[in-house]
């Protein structure tokens, strides 16, 4: 009953920074494909008035409506908040007692009187919407200028990020048209859950980004995976066409319904069960907060990235997630000291008073490292840390690894072990991006102007 509706965990993240973790009905279930709560280290805080207490056992078969074994959703333990603690004992009595204000049934047990909730909970989207966005900067770093000859560029870079970083504003129209989705697609398939990951939670989104859902309906051990997320992507794109015509099934490794809500002017890329955006939507979220250089580096790599015509992996070139991924691996080791941990050590990392490089230089080192990158030996690791040789990446033993994926530019999904970067795999493509690397890099170093990185016209 109700499988699928979405709750909001805020926990450590396992990190070492607050985290965010959607569950389901489904996963409370234990019915969840991935071990997520060792990675999360959620919790749970329940509240609300639940119904007058009922002994399970004692129950008669003709009880009053609204039980457990009610169809009407709307007035099941969900909508009480809730859950069976009648059945497990947690409930405010016992078998042996009389429940306060219970009437004896014909059976001999005890049949109950429903009671609403005196405050409805409201869930995921509602939350959202009544909570300020923590992301959005407003004021500028104490230490962002320092005196030195970076000053200017890192000024430049600071004021292109305040123009491009993802407002309140749009996160709330984001979230409202994920209400919007939740609830229409719940009425019409009501086992799926809806959730929103990627960018738009993580801190790393810019105003112009998609928004990134992910529709969970329960496996399906006869079906192979990309198989059964295919099947039920198909039955989503139907109602999605009501209101897009021009929606589209993308049979990528990784499925995608892609439309647009033009009322808003957002865009949507819907997955199917890729359930390890939620735990990489909760790492990259740590990582935003570790300092505050990172989110202006990520954005401005992205802005960089988008004006060289290298940041489409349906043109062969690299993802908005790789080119994060490779930003924060640079700030992993390509600083010394360096800014982030691996996500092994996240938990006990203490970094900023160490390394106070300013902005503008670390993104022309960032440039330099990625013009100068063994790319034919070694792979990009957030999950490591460091770079990883791309036979270790081949030979490891992952679900959804395929050896072959590994080819010119390597870039290890910290979770799933997959190659994010695997859509550049075209010579021509891969040449142009390292040589965009070097040649900004080279421009930017003789003139320290945040210009000289972008396409020369």
């Not at 199917?272 to 250089?293: E, M, P």
Request: proline share 5%; with cysteine; glycine share 10%.
């Amino acid at each position: 009953m109700n499988e699928g509706i979405p709750m909001m965990f805020h926990g450590s993240g396992g990190f070492g920074g607050p985290g965010v973790y959607m569950m389901s009905q489904l996963e409370r279930a234990g019915h969840y494909p991935l071990d997520m709560l060792p990675v999360m280290g959620v919790g749970h805080n329940g509240g609300g008035t639940g119904r007058r207490w009922q002994h399970h056992r004692e129950r008669p078969k003709d009880s009053v409506a609204f039980g457990y074994d009610s169809d009407d959703s709307s007035l099941s333990s969900n909508a009480s908040g809730t859950t069976k603690s009648g059945e497990k004992g947690g409930g405010r009595g016992n078998g042996s007692e009389r429940p306060n204000g219970a009437q004896r049934g014909e059976g001999g047990g005890y049949s109950r009187e429903w009671r609403g909730r005196k405050h409805q909970r409201r869930f995921a989207p509602d939350r959202y919407l009544h909570t300020g966005y923590a992301f959005q900067v407003k004021y500028t770093p104490d230490d962002l200028l320092n005196g030195s000859k970076w000053d200017t560029l890192s000024q430049e870079i600071w004021d292109k990020f305040l123009k491009s970083q993802q407002t309140e504003e749009t996160f709330k129209r984001k979230i409202n048209l994920w209400r919007y989705l939740f609830i229409t697609i719940k009425s019409i398939f009501p086992r799926y859950g809806l959730y929103v990951v990627g960018s738009t939670m993580s801190g790393f989104g810019l105003d112009s980004s998609d928004v990134d859902l992910c529709l969970f309906i329960r496996p399906d051990g006869h079906l192979e995976p990309r198989a059964h997320a295919l099947l039920h992507l198909s039955h989503v794109l139907q109602y999605i066409k009501s209101f897009d015509p021009d929606a589209e099934l993308i049979q990528a490794k990784v499925p995608i319904v892609k439309f647009r809500d033009t009322q808003h002017g957002l865009s949507v890329d819907l997955n199917c069960n890729n359930v390890v955006g939620i735990k990489n939507t909760s790492l990259l979220r740590c990582f935003a907060k570790s300092d505050w250089r990172v989110r202006p580096l990520v954005a401005l790599a992205k802005l960089w990235a988008r004006a060289h015509d290298i940041n489409d992996a349906r043109q062969r070139t690299l993802s908005s997630y790789s080119l994060t991924l490779m930003v924060l691996h640079f700030l992993q080791c390509g600083t010394h000291p360096a800014i982030l941990p691996s996500a092994y050590s996240a938990g006990a990392w203490e970094s900023r008073a160490a390394n106070r490089t300013p902005l503008g230089e670390l993104f022309l080192q960032m440039l330099k490292y990625y013009a100068e990158f063994p790319y034919e030996r070694m792979a990009v690791s957030v999950r490591a840390g460091c770079r990883v040789p791309v036979g270790e990446c081949r030979a490891a033993r992952a679900h959804k690894n395929d050896p072959h994926q590994w080819k010119l530019l390597c870039v290890e999904e910290p979770f799933d072990l997959t190659n994010t970067a695997r859509s550049v795999y075209d010579p021509d493509t891969f040449e142009k991006i390292v040589r965009t690397f070097r040649e900004s890099y080279k421009r930017l170093s003789l003139g320290l102007r945040l210009a000289d990185a972008w396409p020369q016209r």
